[in-house]
Structures are given as C-alpha cells and as structure tokens.
C-alpha cells in the first residue's frame, strides 16, 4: 500500500451516502451516514458486529428501503434506478455462494450473463477465473470441491466480468487463511488500479491498513471517524479503533 | 432415563403449532368420519331390516298360486350392514345390494350405491378406514421425520449423545412420546368407535367386539410400522429436509400408487371376461349344456318315472312328472351358474391374493385388506352373503317344485298352494362368517403386515444404532 | 436476454440434480404405464362394442329368417317364441342393443366407465328398473379402489410433481445463500422465480402433454380436436395453478420446510380432505333414499296390476285413445290386458325414479356447487367430461335410450293392443339406436364453469404471487 493514495480527490464519487438512515422497528441501524468514495478508493469500513456496516451495503445494494437519506452509485438514487444502480456494482458477500452442482465457469457464466454481460464464451470466462486467482482445472469442477477462497475469487471474478464501477464487499476475509486473504487483497489491490470504487466492510484492523485507502469507523449505527490509512500506522489504528468503540455513547 | 426422553419428546410435540393443527384437523376428520359412518350404516341397516320383512311378506301373502308361479315370482334378499362396516364401508358401494330369488336364473346383484352419484364423490369418501389408512400415516411423518435429522442438524443431537444417552434408549424414548401425541387423538377415537359398536344394533356379524379388538390390533400395526420407518429413514438421512421428501415418496406410492398399480396388474395377470361375454357364455350354456354337463331330456326322465312306478301312461303316475322335470332343470342350471359364476368369483379371489401380495411394496394394501375383512365389507364376505341367498334360492326351488311333484298329477295346471305353503319356507337368516373363517382367509395380509413390522422395526433399530452425530 | 440465462441455468442444474431427474423419470415412467392401462380398457370396451353390434346384426337377421320361413308356410320352433307376435318381435328375445362407443379419450380417462353400464339391450318392456343393471364384470375390489390412469396422474401426482419443483424455488436460493448474489445482479427476484417457475412449467407440460398427446395418436383420440384441447387446457392450467401457489408460499419468504409442509398439507386439503368433506356434507344434507325402496315399489305394482288388469286397460285406453281401435273393449286380447298391466308398474316405476332422481339431483347440485372449492375437483371433471368418459356423457346416453326404449314401444305395442301378428316387411322399419355425441359446443358450456374458476383462482394466486415476489429482497 504505497501508490496513489491521492486518487479520490477531484473525481465524481462511484458510491455516496447521504444522510442515509435506517430504522428497524423502533432501532436506529444507520444514522444519518455520509460518506463519498471515488474511483481508485477502497473505503473501509470498521466496527463491531451491529455498528451498520451489512445494513450499509444492503442500503447501496437496494436491499433494503431507507427509512431517510439517499444511496446513490455512479450518481443514480438506488431507491428510484435499482436496475440502473446495480449494473454499476459488483457485490461479494462474506459467503460467496454458489450453485454446489455447477462448475466454477458455470456459476460464473450465469451471474456475468444476469449482470448484463450476454454470453462470454467459455475461454474468456476461464481467463477470467484466472485473473481471479483460481487455477483452470478447479474453474471446471463441481462448486460443491470449493474452498471458501476459491468460492470467493469466483465472486471476485463475478466483479471483474461484469466490469463494475463499484465493488460492495462485506466482511470478505473473514474465516480465509493468511495465504487467501492477501490473495484477496491482491485482487482488490488490482481493481482499484482500474479506478473501480471499493467499499469494504471488514472487522479486519490489519486487513483495512493494507488494503484500504480510508478507514471509517462506525459505532451503534453512526460513523464516528474518519482517516486516511496513508496518515496512520497499524498500532494508531487500533488504538483509534479501540477508542471509538468502547462503549461510551451508544444510543441504547 | 427413558421417561425423560418420552416427556420432552411428548411435551415438544404437543407444543408445535403445526402438529396441533394437523392432530385436531386428522382428529376432527376421524371423528366425524366415524360419526357419519354409523348414521349411514345404521340408517342403510334400517332400511334392508324393513326391505327384508316387506319382501317376506310379499311373499306370504302372494295369495293362492302354483308353485311353479311362486318360484317365477321369487323373493328378494337384501345383504345386510355389518356391525363394524360403519369403520370401514369397503367394496359395499361397489357391490348390489339386493338380489332378485327366482326360478331357473342366479341373479346378479344390483343397485351398487356407487352408480348414484358422481364421479367427484367416487375419488373421495370420508369414511374413518380412510383417514386411518392414509391421513393417520401422513401424521406419523410429519411427526417425526426431524426427530434425528433436525436435532443433528441443530446441533442438539451432539450434546445429547454427550450426556451418555444409549442411542436405542433415545430412539424408543422419542417413538414412544411420538405414540403419546398419536394417542391424544387416536384413544378418543378408539373409544367412541367401541362405545358406536356396542350402542349399535350389532347385526347378523358374529363376534363385533372380538373383530373391533383385531382390527385396531391390524392398524396399531400398520401405525407401528409407520413410526418406525419414519425413524430409520430419520437417523440415516443427511438432512430432515432430505427425510421429509423420501418419507412423503414413500406415503405417496403407498397410499395412492401402489394400491392402484396393484389393481391393474391383478387384472391383466387375471383377466376377467366382459359382462357381454359372461352373459352370452351362460346363455349358451344353458341351451345345449357343456361337456359333461347335458341339459335333461324331458322324454328321458319320463320314461324313467314311468318305469319307476310301473305304469304305462304319463297320467297314471301318482306324482307330477313336469315338477320331477323342472326340478332336474334347476339341477342342470345350478351347474352351469356354478361353473361360471364360479370361474368368476375366483378370478376375483385370484386378482385379491396377487394383490395381497403385492402388499409387501406397500403396507396401505396389506391394512386395507385386513380392515375390510374384519369389518365384513370384503369381496369374499360379499361373496359369502351372495352364496348364502343362491343356497336359499336353490332350497326354495326344491321346495316349491317337490310341492308340486307330490301334491298334483301331470298335466293339472289348476292346482293351487297357499299360505300354508308359503309360510312352511323358512325365512333367509343370514349368518356372518365368525372370526376364525375372516382371518383365515386372511392369512397372507396378516404376514405380510407381520413382516412389515419386524422388519421397519429391526430397520429403524439397525439404522439408528449407525446413525451419526453431526 | 435474462430470461435466457436463467432458463439456461435451471437446465444446468435440473441435469445436475440427479435425484430431481429421477423423480422426473419416474412421473414419466408412471405415465407411460397410466396410458397402457387406458389403452388396454379402450381395446376391451370396443371388443364388447362390436359384439353388440354383431349381435344386434345376427339377432336381426335370425329374425327375419324365421319370418320368411313361416311366411313361406313353416312353423315357429316354440309356440311361445312365435317371431309374428309383436310380443316377442319387441320382446326380449328381439331386443336392440343400444350402446355407447367408448369416449373418444378413454386411453386418456377411465374415468366412469368401469362402474356405469353403456349398452342397454332395449325391447318393450325396458323400464326405469332396466336402468339398474351393473355395468362391465369387473370386480368390486378394482372398482372401490380405482384405475391407475392419466386423469388420476394428473388429478393427484401432478401436484405433487409440481411441488417438489417448485417448493424451494426461491427459499433454497435464500438459504445456500445465492438470493444476495443473484439479486445484487440488475434482476428483480420477480422475473428470476417467473422464468425458473415458467422453466419447470415447460418440463411438467411437455411430459403431460407429450405422453397425452402419444395416447390421443395412438387411440385416434385426433378425430376430436376440441377435446384435446380441452384435456390439455385443463391439465395445464391445473399444473399452473399449483406452481403459482407454491410461488406465493415461497414469497411469504419462509424456510425451506416450512414451505414444504405448508404445500404439502395444501395438497392434502385441496385434493383429499375437501372433496371427502364435501360428499359427506352431501350425503348428510340430501340423503337418498334407498334403491331398496325402489325393489319395493316395483313389486307391490306389479302386484297390484296383475289383480287389476281389466280395470288398468280401461284406464290405459282412457289414456291412450288412439289405441281403441285395435281393441275389442268387450273381449281384450291377452296381449292387451298385459300390456295394461305393464304399462301401469311401468308408470308406478317411472314415479319412484323421478323422486329418486329429484333428491339425487339436489344431492349432485350440492357437490357441484361446492366442487369450485377445490381445484382437484374442477380438473377431475374437467378432464373426464374432455375423454369422454364423465357423468354427464353417461347421463346423456341414458336419456338417449330412454327415448329410444320409447320410440321402440311406439312400434310395438299397437299390435300388440291390437292382437296383430308382424311380418318380416316391418323388419326394416324397426327402429334402431344411434348414438348423438353431444358436439363440442355442448363440451364448451359445460367446462367453462369449471375452467373459469380454475383461471379465476390462478389468478387471484398469481397476483398474491407476484405482489409478494414484488417484496422480496437480496436481505431483510
């Protein structure tokens, strides 16, 4: 992590909160979030379970309706052009999902196809695959052989074929092994080379340092701060993180 | 130790919302089910009790006739309602219910409740051997089919082999809490279809209550082997959804397709001749006789009788040739009936047995037929009844043309009997096969539903001894 | 384009589900030996259809014979069969079978055609009792328990085929967690579960029909379009209906099970436990009076006629003027006075059966009205009236003998009131049956009741469906 830390200023943000709210019931999950990342940025996102980082991604993924406030992607409001916000994004969960009884190229196929990429033909979608990290032999094997990494680079390569503007990954290296999660973070590294925006939550300190360009923090639905990761070491970050989130504010 | 697990398994049984629904809905249907057979069963037994006299006394009071033109008058009988078949109307809507008793014919049986109403009323009718044959099983599944499968997929499973449980004590605690659910619905049933049959009038069945006894014996059976499958297939299977599907195939080809697929096969292995066929063949029969069977020569028994008595003319004969003749006529026709119906009726019998069979892909058919036997709606207690009324019928004929042999001379068409004659014949009192006949035709669905329950029970005992944790 | 993909996919994973394929196998298989079964009765009804024509051909022609050789100055062979006498030309012994060929897609539909008699042999004296005969031997055990053939697949599998393919269409997406991914795609789970639900619509189609239409082909069922179309309208749209519930359960967004159970015990509501329900609310609400009583009565009239017959023959000719003539009022023929009689149990039948029908018919309205609670029940009627072999195709040919029986005693019973004695001239005017099949307009009034409340709740759940389907997101 040591290039183009300055490639968020100047250009139009991919993925924008603002004021993005969201209640359960009589629970506040998000409050009041706004939050601007431009292409080439990965913007972390850090927390502990229950701070808004999932209910973030679904806001942006149109999953859920905001009870106030706006997602947009690429400038398009998720709540009136969902189709037209979501051919921007790629998403990959924290468990990449996939049809057990299809091969890595046919899951591949099917979800590039559903993201508006038509037919890839079989040789690109391998390429694919490769580019992903995953090696040619697995990509034609039963998912149900897969590793949870090598379920991941499929998600990856779903990313990649679509040619997304956006990446929405959630909790991505979380149960990977060191080995597959630098893995991972290589790829993300090469995504945002190609000035694709990244939102990542991640509960990872380590991970957010090194892949991330901006860390943001949040607590009980709120995000309480704000930095660049070019600004701080890895023990500052944890001391910041830590300081944020001991329990001394919540709204509860 | 094993009443712990009966409890926990009784008391999360019976606080599931989808077995309460399902156990007062089967139990509901099982009731009324019950309910509605007896008023029908009371009220059909009611009306052939009041057919059966009026045909009598149509019969008394025929007034002054010869006997030859009472036996062509004839009487009818009407089968009679078992006590038990308000359980289990079986074949009764598809046999006759009424046969006409007249000279030199043996009479199909008609007017087959099934002909009066519609197609839509034939695929469904709520009768209580129903809801026990298919509804009570499909209760059974939904029962227990998680009983293995969800704990392991919760994880529950894991802790309670952890506590030292014997897999054999966790299996029979949970098959008996299953049966103390189940007996929530089936004890009330039990004893109001108990209490219908002894309030019944109990009709001509011998032994109701030593039947009832045998047949919610055959169907605890049937229950039994129901629980124990649904365990097995609930231990080995690797997911409970995975143990819903099987088990719910399973129910499906017992109840519906194999008792249909049986019925089929039974007919092409043994086919049975068209109704235009039977007739025409009867008919042919009886114009010239067949093999060894020749129709009487009314010259030849003549010279006979002349012979006999020594007399030399037809009018010095002390007795009536052509009642001797009439006589050897019914003799003849008993035969041919005999040899068709005959032929028929074990066509029947054959195509029941290689159903029975047929029983071991699918326990429904073995139960069926026990419940129907037991319950006196059978083919072969059908066919019991049918042969009771043609030996009344044949009786009847020897009586009125013996009547007419002795009691006037050849060529006196003016003679007359009356009442007294009339009345000499004994009504038809029809007695039910006892028990002991029921179950001996019976034999093979008894073992085949013996082999079923050891062998879900040895089943369910070998497959949860293999069964794995997690 | 998206459409594409997804069907694609659901074949991908259709072929890579093995236990999906053979459950898919086997409903072939189960179809293939339903329509055996259907074609096997089919060939055995028309056998016994060409015996009672042959029959009918010989009797005639035997008939004849005898006439001309008595014409010619022979002798009848029994006194008491002379052919001349119009009691026995009309009589039993020259009765005409009337008889109904066998619905035009029996292959397809048993239906009832094991149970209901179709050949009636008619001569003067068929009355409403000769409408209580047994139909075809068959035994009672095979009758109670019913034939394995497509109507029965397609009343009580085919749901259940439908259901196994469609209970987790969208839950299971949800729980193997592929629902987030794929709806993270510019798709809305609206269109993805309509192509996968329209994907597995095709398979089940494609086999009913397919295996229907091999049947029809096989047994020339092609001679009658319109009821092809209307078995496979109706066999679709019953598929449909049950693929649009299970996607209206799948949008309720629970689990896989709870699915499953939820259908299943709709299945077992709709097309078990409602029509039992209904025919007991039937058969408590109307009873009918027992047939036993109709022994009865029958009895006692005739009875009553052979003590009165003088008294019945001035009555019938009260009645009948057009009869008087041939018959000398002081001196009446033997004929005359028996015909009287039968004429009178005739009469005294023809009431007890119009009571007995009365209380049936407000027995059948009953499950009529009702049937529109159940799917099942729309379809089975649908689908039998389709092959031919329905009530309503049973009840027609009656009424069709009836006024043949009728048309036959017109013939006869002025000679016999008459005393005449016939020829073998009258031989070719006596009148013979010929079946009128109702046309398939007539097919058209009597399925749309049915059929349109089939669509109306397929509708009505397709909408349900598709609102809840409207709701459903990558994530609550």
Not at chain 1, 208 to 214: F, H, M, Y
Request: charged share 20%; proline share 4%; net charge negative.
């Amino acid at each position: 992590m040591t290039e183009s830390q300055e490639s968020h200023t100047g250009a139009a943000p991919l993925l924008e909160a603002r004021g993005l709210t969201k209640d359960y019931g009589g629970t506040r999950a998000l409050d009041s979030l706004d939050l601007a990342i431009a292409p080439g940025e990965v913007y972390c996102l850090l927390g502990p379970n229950g701070a808004g980082k999932t209910t973030t991604i679904n806001l942006f993924l149109g999953f859920v309706a905001p009870s106030a406030g706006q997602a947009l992607v690429a400038g398009l409001n998720v709540s009136t052009h969902d189709r037209e916000s979501k051919r921007r994004l790629a998403y990959i969960p924290e468990q990449v999902m996939l049809y057990r009884n299809l091969s890595g190229i046919e899951n591949l196929e099917y979800f590039a196809a559903l993201g508006g990429q038509g037919s890839l033909g079989r040789e690109r979608l391998v390429e694919i695959l490769v580019e992903a990290g995953l090696d040619g032999e697995a990509a034609g094997r039963r998912v149900s052989t897969y590793s949870k990494g090598m379920r991941q680079k499929v998600g990856i390569a779903i990313a990649i074929a679509k040619e997304a503007d956006a990446l929405l990954l959630d909790e991505p290296t979380s149960g990977l092994d060191p080995t597959a999660s630098s893995e991972f973070s290589a790829l993300v590294e090469r995504l945002r080379n190609r000035g694709v925006a990244v939102l990542m939550a991640t509960h990872d300190l380590f991970r957010a340092k090194d892949t991330g360009t901006r860390v943001g923090i949040m607590h009980y639905g709120r995000l309480v701060t704000e930095l660049s990761t070019a600004e701080v070491g890895h023990a500052d970050l944890e001391r910041i993180y830590l300081e944020h989130v001991s329990d001394n504010g919540g709204p509860r | 130790m094993i009443h712990h697990i009966v409890r926990k398994e009784f008391a999360d049984m019976i606080r599931d919302g989808r077995f309460r629904w399902s156990a007062i809905l089967v139990g509901s249907l099982l009731l009324v089910s019950l309910a509605h057979g007896w008023v029908q069963a009371r009220k059909a037994s009611q009306e052939h009790a009041a057919a059966q006299a009026t045909a009598r006394e149509h019969w008394e009071t025929q007034g002054e006739k010869n006997p030859h033109s009472a036996a062509h008058y004839g009487v009818y009988a009407f089968k009679p309602r078992l006590a038990l078949s308000f359980v289990d109307e079986g074949v009764d809507p598809f046999t006759g219910t009424s046969v006409w008793l007249e000279a030199h014919r043996q009479n199909d049986f008609l007017l087959r409740p099934a002909q009066d109403v519609t197609a839509a009323q034939r695929i469904g009718a709520l009768t209580a051997a129903q809801v026990l044959q298919h509804l009570v099983p499909l209760l059974i599944i939904l029962l227990t089919f998680g009983a293995f499968a969800s704990e392991r997929e919760r994880g529950t499973l894991r802790q309670l082999v952890a506590t030292g449980v014997g897999w054999r004590e966790l299996a029979l605690g949970k098959a008996l809490g299953a049966s103390g659910a189940l007996a929530l619905l089936l004890v009330p049933a039990a004893v109001a279809g108990a209490t219908a049959l002894v309030v019944a009038n109990p009709g001509p069945t011998a032994s109701p209550v030593a039947r009832g006894a045998v047949l919610a014996g055959a169907y605890l059976a049937y229950f039994v082997v129901f629980l124990a499958l649904s365990l097995a297939v609930s231990a080995r299977a690797r997911s409970s959804r995975t143990a819903l599907v099987f088990l719910l195939a399973v129910w499906v080809v017992n109840g519906l397709v194999a008792p249909r697929v049986a019925v089929d096969l039974s007919k092409r292995v043994y086919a049975t001749p068209s109704a235009f066929e039977f007739a025409r063949t009867v008919e042919r029969e009886m114009a010239d006789g067949v093999e060894d069977i020749a129709p009487p020569d009314r010259a030849e028994s003549t010279q006979r009788l002349l012979a006999e008595y020594g007399v030399e003319r037809v009018e010095d004969l002390p007795i009536n040739a052509v009642g001797v003749y009439l006589q050897e006529s019914e003799e003849f026709s008993n035969r041919i009936f005999d040899r068709n119906y005959g032929a028929l009726w074990d066509a029947f019998r054959r195509q029941g047995i290689l159903q029975e069979v047929l029983a071991a892909a699918a326990p429904s058919i073995a139960v069926r037929t026990l419940s129907m036997g037991l319950a006196g709606t059978d083919v072969e207690q059908h066919r019991h009844f049918a042969e009771a009324a043609e030996t009344y019928r044949r009786d009847l004929m020897r009586q009125m043309n013996g009547d007419m042999t002795e009691n006037s001379l050849t060529g006196d068409f003016s003679y007359a009997a009356g009442a007294e004659l009339w009345e000499s014949v004994p009504p038809l009192e029809y007695e039910a096969p006892p028990l002991g006949w029921v179950l001996g035709n019976r034999i093979l669905s008894l073992a085949v539903l013996g082999a079923w329950l050891a062998g879900a029970v040895l089943l369910a005992s070998a497959q949860v001894r293999r069964a794995e944790v997690a | 384009m998206t459409a594409r993909t997804v069907l694609k996919n659901e074949w991908r994973l259709l072929m890579a589900d093995r236990p999906l394929k053979i459950a898919l196998g086997l409903f072939v298989v189960l179809l293939g030996y339903a329509l055996t079964n259907g074609v096997v009765w089919l060939r055995f009804q028309e056998r016994t259809v060409e015996a009672t024509t042959s029959g009918n051909v010989e009797r005639a022609s035997a008939l004849r014979q005898e006439l001309e050789a008595i014409e010619a100055g022979g002798q009848p062979s029994s006194p008491f069969a002379d052919p001349r006498s119009p009691r026995v030309l009309g009589g039993p012994s020259g009765s005409h079978t009337a008889v109904l060929a066998p619905g035009p897609l029996t292959a397809l539909a048993i239906g009832q055609s094991d149970l209901l008699p179709y050949y009636y042999d008619v001569n003067i004296y068929t009355n409403e009792a000769s409408f209580h005969q047994n139909g075809e031997v068959e035994n009672p055990l095979n009758l109670m328990v019913g034939r394995f053939d497509l109507a029965f697949a397609v009343v009580y599998l085919l749901p259940l085929l439908v259901l196994a393919l469609s209970f987790n269409v969208l839950s299971e997406e949800r729980e193997q967690g592929t629902l987030a991914l794929t709806l993270s795609q510019p798709v809305s789970a609206r269109s993805v579960v309509t192509v996968k639900l329209a994907f597995r619509a095709l398979v089940v189609a494609a086999i009913v029909l397919g295996v229907s239409l091999l049947g029809a082909l096989a047994t020339g069922g092609f001679g009658s379009p319109g009821r092809i179309l209307l078995w496979s309208v109706t066999a679709v749209a019953y598929a449909l209906f049950w693929f649009a519930l299970a996607a209206w359960v799948n949008a309720l967004g629970r689990s896989s099970a709870w699915n499953a159970t939820v259908l299943v015990g709709a299945w077992l509501v709709l097309v078990v436990v409602l029509p039992a329900a209904i025919n007991a609310a039937a058969g408590l609400l109307h009873p009918l009076p027992s047939r036993v009583e109709m022994v009865t009565a029958q009895r006692e009239a005739s009875n009553d006629a052979v003590n009165r017959r003088s008294e019945l023959l001035a009555r019938y000719l009260e009645d009948h003027p057009e009869m008087a003539d041939g018959v000398v009022a002081d001196e009446p023929g033997l004929g005359a006075l028996s015909w009287a009689a039968t004429d009178a149990v005739n009469g005294r039948l023809e009431e007890v059966a119009a009571e007995h029908d009365a209380r049936r018919a407000e027995q059948t309205a009953l499950v009529r009205r009702y049937r529109f609670l159940s799917p099942a029940l729309l379809a089975q009627e649908a689908l039998l009236d389709a092959a031919g072999t329905g009530d309503a195709r049973f009840a027609d040919f009656q009424s069709q003998v009836r006024a043949f029986a009728e048309r036959w005693r017109e013939f006869f019973v002025p000679a016999i009131m008459a005393d005449e004695q016939m020829n073998a001239g009258v031989l070719a005017d006596v009148p013979t049956f010929s079946l009128v099949d109702g046309d398939s307009a007539d097919l058209a009034r009597r399925a749309t009741a049915p059929l349109a409340v089939l669509a109306g709740l397929l509708a009505l759940i397709g909408a349900a469906a598709g609102v809840g389907l409207g709701r459903v997101r990558g994530a609550d």
